[in-house]
């Protein structure tokens, strides 16, 4: 298996720091991007499928929960100005990788695509997906013809066997963020003060109590187990204790945590660091906070086997999105999706984020190999079991 973790390693190599963790602002926006050149000329495989494409315009549905309006409008535009091509994105309801993937197996079942494109999801949310048969191989030729990098996002993806034909996940998927989940809290009634130098054990305590919000799924706890100093006793204690404190379970993933959170229902949750820097960036009284163990996931974007309207759109927005979309997002003040891929990381404010805030490899909680993978959802459902039996029982348990 090649191995995944070559770019975080040598991106975070250049992100040591001894600074502690603390507040973290939101990035400065910085211009839009620049409009291509007229008259814009394309390699062979990737104009003819182009010409495929450009019969009608067209609608490109997926997962849009995670975006913020602007960005939305401002994809559109841009991808209209570079391929003369007038898209409108369509939001498929449901969180990206866990929802909207059962939905676009049953939608297959009948002959009928669902979305045109499907993102957020590590190995043990697709390659499920791979070994039913229900994704497509991108025409990668093509489409490396324009961004060359894809070839690069495709072997930091983690690997994992079984697909039809001897094929594996990568022949299907490509790195799409390197995602770290941050402490998200609520300014108004959070002082900086507050939470520095935060730790997992401090959520437990009275200070704390009925204050945090959390993903109802677990988001974030699933990797902590792959951190020396978390084996899974300590994470079925700590959310059981956790639950005990009052913790307040949200639908909707890190999207779900940030409303409840801005909304005041908690004070203070977790989800990932790009998509909190999109809601600060749009004003929202929100500040992040790295804690002393990091979660930490490589996240990919796949093609569905039967796409929602024009085929060749849909695999040209794909990569497009996960390429040029991503730097327009930083643009616009996002913090990046691959801070830790060094030929990326300067496009990607949060990988100085990173650095001042004191992240480095050995805090990471990350799964590296497939049978890390294979471990994913038992600790998923180890986290949900332990918040919701301190919740009914209101008693904490020996912690480690």
């Given at each position: ?82 391929f003369g091509i007038t898209i409108t994105l369509e939001n498929e309801p449901g969180h990206a990788s866990r929802e909207i993937p059962p939905k ?297």
């Amino acid at each position: 298996m090649t191995s995944w973790l070559f770019a975080a390693v040598i991106g975070l190599a250049s992100l040591v720091a001894c600074a502690p963790a603390g507040q973290v602002s939101a990035p400065v926006p910085t211009t839009q991007a620049a409009k291509p050149a007229a008259g814009a000329k394309f390699g062979p495989k990737f104009q003819a499928l182009l010409d495929k494409a450009r019969p009608a315009d067209g609608h490109i549905r997926a997962g849009l929960s995670a975006y913020t309006p602007e960005y939305i409008r401002a994809m559109e535009k841009q991808f209209g100005e570079e391929f003369g091509i007038t898209i409108t994105l369509e939001n498929e309801p449901g969180h990206a990788s866990r929802e909207i993937p059962p939905k676009m197996i049953q939608a297959q079942k009948v002959g009928k695509g669902l979305v045109d494109y499907i993102d957020g999801g590590n190995p043990s949310n697709f390659a499920p997906l791979m070994q039913q048969d229900a994704l497509q191989i991108p025409p990668w030729d093509a489409l490396q013809e324009q961004w060359p990098q894809i070839a690069d996002l495709r072997k930091l993806y983690p690997d994992v066997p079984g697909g039809p034909n001897g094929t594996s996940l990568q022949d299907y998927c490509m790195l799409a963020s390197q995602t770290t989940w941050t402490l998200i809290y609520n300014t108004r009634n959070v002082a900086a003060a507050d939470v520095q130098g935060i730790t997992w054990d401090d959520l437990l305590t009275t200070k704390w109590k009925g204050r945090v919000a959390w993903d109802a799924q677990a988001l974030g706890f699933k990797e902590l187990p792959f951190h020396k100093d978390w084996p899974i006793t300590r994470l079925k204690a700590f959310t059981t204790n956790l639950g005990a404190n009052k913790v307040k379970l949200i639908d909707g993933g890190t999207n779900g945590v940030i409303q409840a959170v801005i909304q005041g229902e908690g004070d203070i949750g977790m989800g990932t660091a790009d998509t909190a820097l999109d809601q600060m960036n749009a004003g929202a009284p929100l500040a992040i906070v790295w804690p002393d163990v990091i979660p930490f996931n490589s996240l990919g974007t796949c093609l569905p086997k039967i796409t929602a309207d024009n085929e060749a759109l849909a695999q040209i927005f794909f990569a497009w999105r996960n390429v040029e979309g991503e730097w327009l997002r930083a643009q616009m003040g996002s913090g990046g999706a691959r801070p830790f891929y060094a030929p990326e990381a300067d496009r990607f404010p949060l990988a100085k984020i990173a650095k001042e805030a004191g992240v480095t490899e050995d805090r990471l909680a990350q799964p590296k190999t497939p049978a890390d993978f294979d471990k994913v959802e038992e600790n998923r459902k180890v986290a949900i079991d332990g918040m919701k039996a301190g919740l009914r029982s209101g008693q904490s348990v020996p912690y480690p």
